[in-house]
């Protein structure tokens, strides 16, 4: 089942889905044109689910966050539920750093969290499910609204679960936790044509020695780990699912040279562009 609500004029998309047979994205492909970010709910037993063509186990009753350049399948799809929207649609509220497009449960880690529901928050998530299916069979002016709100409670339970699981607050209070988060959404913007730390710390008007000590409390990656698993994230994306050449991807990432990207790529990832490029990617 697919529900969903457009608004022409502001380019605004929202939609759920659930029950359905497959259930994937492949966002260099057929669904190059839409940007969306995505909450997923397993309702059922613990499955796999395929993030750009790598494995993960899918527990039950848990919920995943994914970004809007994130390919995805699920391996048993009808047990899923998904809800995806666009910047256009949510991202009024960027104010709000808590609930918003670039708040913790999208750029708080770059780890994958994957945040277990209890039986009340079950029983809160299926309430929501089902506010939203009748809100989206009501055709009225102030539909988009409510879909919003709706939306926003669904992201609040998420966050509090989310932070609850992952973080240690007294290691990483709120105001630091808001720094990484910032680093995070930073470098998703920018991994492209900045490569340095430094330039990052300029941003967050901190030091990039201040970064380093900041990360190591949260046991995260290293500020310039960070970076570079973004760009060589990107750089497989495009190797798998576009023809790009190798000097097509280094000059998109940044990097002048296709030598010196081939070493870097090596580095990072532990494999050459020609061993990843025998691997098929994951397609249904």
Same mark, same amino acid.
């Given at each position: 089942m697919?529900?969903?609500? @457009?608004?022409?004029?502001?380019?605004?998309?929202?939609?759920?889905?659930?029950? %359905?047979?497959?259930? +994937?994205?492949?966002?260099? !492909?057929? +669904?190059?044109? =839409? *940007?969306?970010?995505?909450?997923?709910?397993?309702? !059922?037993? %613990?499955?796999?689910?395929?993030? +750009?063509?790598?494995?993960?186990k899918f527990p039950a009753n848990t919920v995943h966050?994914?970004?809007t350049n994130e390919n995805f399948y699920f391996e048993n799809a009808q047990d899923i539920v998904v809800w995806q929207f666009s910047r256009e649609f949510y991202c009024i509220v960027d104010h709000d750093k808590e609930v918003s497009c670039v708040g913790f449960i999208f750029y708080g880690s770059p780890q994958k969290m994957f945040i277990e529901l209890f039986s009340r928050d079950q029983h809160q998530i299926d309430?929501?499910?089902?506010? $939203?299916? +009748?809100?989206? %069979?009501?055709?009225d002016h102030i539909?988009?609204?409510?879909?919003? /709100?709706? $939306? *926003?409670?669904?992201?609040?339970? /998420?966050?509090? $679960?989310? *932070?609850?699981q992952y973080i240690d607050e007294d290691k990483l209070p709120e105001e630091k936790l808001d720094?990484?988060? *910032?680093?995070? #959404?930073? /470098?998703e913007?920018? @991994?492209k044509n900045e490569h340095?730390?430094? #330039?990052?710390a300029d941003q967050l008007c901190k030091s990039p020695k201040t970064l380093s000590n900041l990360f190591a409390l949260y046991n995260n990656k290293s500020p310039v780990t960070i970076i570079q698993e973004r760009i060589a994230q990107e750089a497989v994306r495009l190797f798998y699912y576009t023809d790009k050449t190798a000097k097509e /991807?280094? @000059? =998109?990432?940044?990097? =002048?040279?296709?030598?010196? #990207?081939?070493?870097?790529?090596?580095?990072?990832t532990g494999q050459t562009i020609t061993e990843l490029k025998t691997q098929k990617p994951v397609t249904k």
């Amino acid at each position: 089942m697919v529900h969903q609500f @457009y608004n022409k004029r502001t380019d605004a998309l929202f939609r759920m889905i659930y029950g %359905e047979e497959i259930l +994937d994205r492949n966002f260099y !492909g057929k +669904d190059q044109k =839409e *940007k969306l970010l995505t909450i997923a709910w397993n309702r !059922g037993h %613990e499955q796999i689910m395929i993030i +750009d063509n790598l494995p993960y186990k899918f527990p039950a009753n848990t919920v995943h966050c994914l970004m809007t350049n994130e390919n995805f399948y699920f391996e048993n799809a009808q047990d899923i539920v998904v809800w995806q929207f666009s910047r256009e649609f949510y991202c009024i509220v960027d104010h709000d750093k808590e609930v918003s497009c670039v708040g913790f449960i999208f750029y708080g880690s770059p780890q994958k969290m994957f945040i277990e529901l209890f039986s009340r928050d079950q029983h809160q998530i299926d309430h929501i499910r089902q506010m $939203l299916i +009748d809100e989206f %069979e009501t055709d009225d002016h102030i539909q988009g609204e409510m879909l919003q /709100v709706i $939306l *926003k409670r669904l992201i609040i339970i /998420v966050t509090r $679960l989310a *932070k609850a699981q992952y973080i240690d607050e007294d290691k990483l209070p709120e105001e630091k936790l808001d720094i990484v988060r *910032k680093y995070n #959404f930073l /470098v998703e913007t920018h @991994y492209k044509n900045e490569h340095q730390v430094s #330039f990052y710390a300029d941003q967050l008007c901190k030091s990039p020695k201040t970064l380093s000590n900041l990360f190591a409390l949260y046991n995260n990656k290293s500020p310039v780990t960070i970076i570079q698993e973004r760009i060589a994230q990107e750089a497989v994306r495009l190797f798998y699912y576009t023809d790009k050449t190798a000097k097509e /991807v280094a @000059y =998109e990432l940044g990097f =002048e040279n296709a030598s010196h #990207f081939g070493k870097f790529f090596k580095r990072v990832t532990g494999q050459t562009i020609t061993e990843l490029k025998t691997q098929k990617p994951v397609t249904k």
